[in-house]
């Protein structure tokens, strides 16, 4: 049927029943039905779907109240984004509509009902405007889940998310280690745990692999920056220890000396990551009673257990990697570690216990780390030569803080290879032709 409308007049509106010459019909299978009243020269030129069906090669042609009816099936939650595409198809026709989507959610869902309909304008603007704002989070999982299957017109939308080049992720990380073992001043503290956080999070394999597989150079580089880092604390603890036994340390000195036991203790790891320990566990083992001895000069009690926290919770990850075989260290750097760790947090563990509890700190080590740094010491003492695990066995058992570390395992072990250890090395020495005297 011929267009009711005259072209000289006002542009059409939808739901203008007097010039309309189509009706679209929007049915769901919850039984609702509506009728928008159309116009054939905007649904043709606008949308493939109403074209295909409105041209005379479509098979069959439906009148209803007098015009054309197309009819259009969709889900109940969808009916409103369909009427929405619908008088977009106007508003397309009298200017843009970059502005109107009124959020995430509606425009990609009247994105959704654009596809579905072949609406070639609103597509490119839903498809530009949702490119360009921020998400919330759940608003991404719905466009993860939605805008792939809308083919090579909608990827752009996704353009954030595209994994990128190996040379960029390098980039970023080598700028972020940098920055992160810098020791920034105190103002710039949250950026700074900002970028440590992240940069383990780029080496973490969780259900995902690590975003960053290190490799030489990295490794170098990372070497490069924790080297950095261990300097500034090295000069930290020579200007601790110099000053005279009855200064007062000012708070600032405190609080840089904490932020670099925070930093080692993150450096920890990142290098137990990329399995280059074995720098920092070497200069921490040569340092540790300059370490010692720089807690002493603490401005209060509170000032000094706070300190000795954070000087544990770095010795601790230190004496894993040596316990565990991480880093290999000789016999008498392993007993030095020992014997110059194993009385600091036995005292450290009684000043905690009775430390006042309407004085609360504000650094913890939680229940795991002590478990984690016992067993760490018995690790270690029972790889020691008998006779040294006999001298720390000794001492351990003669001290009034006995209960923790609890040294009982090494205690068996040393028990039962020092009962058996003649009949075991004569048997070995037997089979082996051995012939020394035991």
């Known amino acids: 049927m011929e267009p009711l409308i005259n072209e000289t007049k006002a542009p059409s509106r939808i739901g203008d029943r007097y010039t309309s010459d189509v009706v679209v019909r929007l049915r769901t299978q919850e039984g609702r039905d509506d009728w928008l009243y159309c116009h054939s020269h905007v649904l043709v030129e606008k949308s493939k779907y109403f074209a295909d069906r409105l041209s005379e090669n479509w098979p069959t042609c439906q009148i209803l109240d007098s015009r054309n009816c197309v009819e259009v099936y969709c889900q ?46 609103i597509i490119t603007a839903c498809v530009k405007y949702l490119e360009a704002v921020p998400w919330e989070e759940a608003e991404e999982e719905e466009i993860l889940r939605t805008v792939p299957g809308m083919g090579s017109q909608a990827e752009p939308i996704l353009a954030r998310l595209q994994p990128v080049n190996s040379t960029a992720i390098e980039g970023i990380f080598l700028s972020a280690i940098r920055f992160a073992t810098s020791s920034p001043p105190p103002h710039l503290n949250d950026l700074k745990s900002s970028a440590q956080e992240q940069l383990e999070y780029m080496l973490t394999e969780d259900d995902d692999a690590p975003l960053l597989m290190a490799n030489d150079e990295i490794k170098f580089e990372v070497r490069e920056c924790v080297r950095g880092l261990l300097a500034r604390f090295n000069n930290q603890l020579e200007t601790f220890i110099s000053k005279p036994a009855e200064s007062v340390i000012p708070a600032g000195e405190i609080l840089s000396f904490q932020s670099y036991l925070s930093d080692m203790s993150w450096a920890c790891q990142i290098l137990g990551k990329l399995e280059i320990m074995t720098e920092l566990v070497s200069t921490w083992t040569e340092a540790s009673e300059k370490i010692v001895m720089a807690i002493e000069v603490a401005r209060s009690e509170a000032d000094t257990l706070e300190m000795r926290l954070n000087v544990i919770e770095v010795a601790s990850k230190v004496l894993e990697a040596i316990g565990y075989g991480t880093v290999i260290l000789p016999a008498a750097k392993r007993l030095h570690m020992v014997l110059v760790w194993l009385p600091f947090v036995r005292i450290t563990k009684h000043l905690l216990n009775s430390f006042p509890y309407d004085n609360p700190l504000t650094f913890k080590l939680d229940g795991e780390r002590w478990q984690s740094l016992e067993s760490a010491f018995v690790s270690i003492i029972v790889a020691l030569p008998s006779g040294d695990q006999a001298g720390i066995l000794t001492e351990w058992l003669g001290n009034e803080h006995v209960r923790y570390p609890d040294l009982t395992e090494a205690f068996e072990v040393w028990c039962y290879r020092s009962k058996v250890a003649k009949r075991r090395l004569a048997l070995s020495g037997a089979i082996h032709g051995v012939t020394d005297a035991l």
Do not use: I, K, P
């Open 76 to 121: 109940e939650s969808d009916f409103d984004y369909h009427v929405n595409v619908l008088r977009l198809l106007y508003a397309v026709t009298d200017g843009s509509v970059d502005d109107m989507w009124h959020g995430v959610r509606n425009a990609l869902s009247c994105l959704q009902v654009a596809v579905e309909l072949g609406c070639q304008q």
